[in-house]
């Protein structure tokens, strides 16, 4: 099997992401937009349109929940949920949980995740970010070496975990 291009990875997404970003177009959707909308109409039926600021406002925070919404639905037709699979335990795959120990014996976790859902605070990096490339296909005890901003920075992998759903819940 070929090896994925970055646009490919770009595409990845685990069931977690996706489901956050489902939630988040069914909240414009259902919540945000109607409520907005409403807002509009409230507004609109006070008159002169043209110095009504909440009218005005209403009018173009529709445009972006309506933007925002094009693009989610775009979004979501691309994306390819990745499940982790038992035969990837040991080894470093999307998904995965690995524990990485620096240069100076400090721990670092971090999940490999699509770019809709990377969050460095949290500990989610993108699968086409510097370490995360470095870290797919690896072992424990394998050692990584990664050019970052500050210089090669040298990781050894400590643990490999992935989250398994129910196979109920699977879609």
Known sequence: MAKPSAKELSNYITAAGYAKVKAELDELWKVERPR?????????????????????????????????????????????????HPSHEGQVFFGAHVTVEDEEGELHTYQIVGADEFDADAGRISVSSPVGRALLGKKVDDEIYVVVPAGEREYTIVSIEYEYEDAATQS
């Open 36 to 84: 907005v909308t409403a807002e509009v109409s409230a507004a609109a039926a006070l008159g002169d349109r043209s110095e009504n600021a909440e009218y005005i406002y209403g009018k173009k925070r529709l445009r972006e929940i309506d933007r925002r919404l094009r693009f989610l639905a775009k979004r979501l037709d691309a994306l390819k949920i990745v499940r982790p």
